[in-house]
């Protein structure tokens, strides 16, 4: 598994993140039973980019928690099966590895939801990267019925994980 992370902006979050990322990252690609390598790209950010990207790709004017950038599109979620290895198109030419997508998470956010919710940064950050590992893996939280297996398998995550 790769895992490219970049930082940006003053704000500083007070626990190894990249150690952090990469353990509940495994987990996510382990739990989903992804049959390949992977490759995921994680931007720490702060509020006014988030809010700018949220604005540009989203239409809401409002910084967010964290956004997702699936690069393939699941017939079913968490089902691997609709990736076209005859193409290739969906993995890296250099690497081999399935391009999964992009994460960026307000590293602002982490802190005062973490705050805000009475647990640590670094169990806030582990929870925000599950829930979008598995907005990579095509799951979604728009309806009912949706919302409620993401939420079960987030929990599962960060059980699996152990923060």
């Known amino acids: 598994m790769s895992l490219f992370i970049e930082e940006e902006g003053n704000t500083v979050l007070p626990f190894d993140t990249e150690a ?31 809010h700018e990207m949220n604005l540009e790709q989203r ?11 699936p690069m393939i599109e699941y017939e079913t979620p968490g089902d691997f099966s609709v990736i076209d290895e005859e193409t290739g198109e969906a993995f890296n030419p250099e690497t081999g590895e399935l391009m999964l997508g992009d994460i960026v998470i307000s590293k602002e956010k982490v802190l005062s939801q ?10 806030e950050y582990a929870f925000l990267i599950a829930h979008s590992m598995l907005h990579l893996f095509g799951y979604d939280h728009m309806v009912d019925e949706e919302r409620i297996v993401m939420e ?3 929990r599962e995550i960060m059980e699996i994980v152990g923060i």
């Open 114 to 123: 973490a705050e805000e919710y009475g647990h640590s940064p670094r169990r």
């Open 152 to 154: 079960a398998k987030q």
């Open 59 to 69: 239409e809401i004017d409002r910084a967010t928690d964290v956004l997702s950038f």
């Open 20 to 50: 952090t990322a990469r353990l509940v990252v495994d987990a996510a690609l382990e739990y989903a039973d992804c049959p390949y390598e992977a490759e995921v790209n994680l931007l720490l950010t702060e509020n006014e980019e988030i």
